[in-house]
């Protein structure tokens, strides 16, 4: 069995009873980490579809992707083993192409789907039925998608089984705290970190270094994750913190 240590921050954003977990931490606080977590948890249940994705799919592309694949190789899972992208699935699966042509697709080897694209034409997933959403660097994501993919979150495969369909999003801490805010519910769980909760997984002086490089404001927000509105006040009162 292959563990992996979480802290308390990067479990409780994985693993609650909230239908949706805005998880906003510091850089280097290891937000893609929880991020590729939570999409094998979800899509280890065989059938169900989900969507990852980033502001734009060249982010989700050249950034989000490689981390993800890194979390999921300590995890033991390799692509080409047990899992394909942007390609059929071999025929030894024995599993369905997710359309003919699989372009976009992360096919899972015991036969789950996740779709892979930028947030930034979110209307054309209109007609998606999502089990999941994993969404990369919330703060520049489209203003208007994150409404649109929670009326997606209607899956057949949680459907069928009475489970709970889940979305996170992980990001830095927006300019306008207001982008968050005004999504906020009764069922939505907004969880803080900082880069130092992460520290014994960064470089040796890494942390320090960004204090000379970044004035007070800028450094509560990109270091110790702090929401602040342009005024420069922190704001917390809106969120019920984990």
Do not use: C
Request: net charge negative; charged share 25%.
């Amino acid at each position: 069995m292959i563990t992996m240590e979480l802290s308390d921050k990067q479990y409780d954003a994985i693993d609650n009873d909230y239908e949706e977990t805005f998880y906003i931490g510091g850089i280097g606080s290891g937000k893609t980490f929880v991020l590729g977590v939570f999409v094998y948890n979800e899509a280890r249940l065989k059938g169900s579809v989900g969507l990852i994705t980033a502001p734009v799919f060249d982010t989700l592309n050249n950034s989000t992707l490689p981390e993800l694949k890194n979390v999921w190789s300590q995890l033991g899972l390799y692509e080409g083993t047990h899992y394909v992208i942007g390609s059929m699935p071999p025929k030894e699966w024995n599993i369905p192409n997710y359309t003919n042509r699989n372009g976009k697709i992360l096919t899972w080897r015991w036969g789950s789907y996740s779709i892979l694209d930028g947030s930034d034409n979110f209307n054309k997933h209109l007609g998606l039925q999502l089990d999941y959403v994993a969404a990369d660097e919330f703060r520049d994501v489209k203003g208007g998608a994150w409404d649109k993919y929670r009326g997606r979150m209607r899956g057949k495969a949680k459907k069928a089984l009475g489970l709970r369909y889940k979305m996170l999003a992980v990001t830095t801490p927006p300019d306008d705290p207001n982008k968050i805010e005004k999504l906020l519910n009764d069922r939505v769980n907004v969880i803080y970190g900082s880069s130092f909760d992460n520290a014994k997984n960064l470089p040796e002086g890494y942390l320090e270094g960004l204090i000379d490089k970044y004035d007070e404001i800028t450094y509560n927000r990109e270091v110790l994750g702090q929401m602040i509105h342009l005024g420069g006040s922190v704001t917390y009162h809106a969120f019920s913190v984990a």
